[in-house]
């Protein structure tokens, strides 16, 4: 019964490159959320998908930033043309429907950029 | 947009020792959630309260709801080492899947 995985664990990228995260939920998840981690901070939230449909971008940024959770495989989490401060923490989370069961989080996907 | 502060920022006491933790929002929040995370782990789920004046207790921790949905505390007894990590209080706004959005976070340290 694997909780949720996300991969890489770590990842370099050099300003300019893009860099792509993948979460898959834990199994009988619909529901897929990410957000962004800084050194010492809370949680940050990007987006949230559901399959084939995003329902919350609000926290996304307008640009170079892209998210999808298509009918079959992984969540992927986009970000183009990296700059430095895109270096975070980036985590995963599934839930189904209720938001009473709460959230399963990944372990994360820690981005440098250099 | 809706904000959460937890006080005290920074915690470091002895083992054995009790705290409190607060999260304290001007907003309501229809369900809140404690989660703890470890250095290079993601946040683990402790508990998700949902009825204003609502008190949950897991093992050492007592968790409770504020009556008006817009504050939290978490409470441990005799704190152990293992208690040490990231602790971060979630508000959420529907009955249903929705973004949580996360408090500011208090680091506890718990010595020997």
């Known amino acids: 019964n694997a909780g949720v995985m996300q991969n890489p664990r770590h990842l370099v990228r050099r300003r300019g490159q893009e860099a792509r995260l993948r979460c898959s939920p834990m199994k009988g998840h619909s529901h897929v959320y990410w957000y962004r981690q800084l050194p010492e901070e809370g949680l940050k939230f990007m987006v949230y998908l559901q399959k084939e449909n995003i329902i919350d971008e609000s926290g996304m940024p307008k640009e170079r930033f892209s998210a999808e959770f298509p009918k079959e495989g992984p969540s992927i989490l986009r970000i183009q043309q990296v700059v430095r401060g895109d270096s975070a923490a980036y985590f995963c989370a599934s839930s189904p429907p209720s938001v009473g069961y709460g959230y399963t989080f990944g372990s994360g996907t820690r981005l440098t950029v250099v | 947009t809706q904000l959460l502060e937890q006080s005290p920022q920074f915690l470091s006491i002895q083992e054995g020792e009790n705290l409190t933790v607060y999260c304290n929002s001007s907003s309501v929040f229809s369900s809140l959630q404690w989660y703890r995370q470890e250095p290079g782990e993601g946040p683990v789920l402790l508990v998700t309260v949902v009825t204003g004046g609502e008190v949950k207790k897991l093992k050492r921790l007592t968790f409770q709801f504020g009556d008006a949905r817009k504050d939290s505390s978490l409470h441990i007894t005799a704190a152990q080492p293992g208690d040490t990590g990231l602790y971060l209080c979630?508000?959420?706004?529907?009955?249903?899947?929705?973004?949580?959005?996360f408090g500011t976070g208090t680091r506890l340290q718990v010595t020997l």
């Open positions: 979630a508000g959420g706004n529907t009955g249903t899947a929705s973004k949580l959005t």
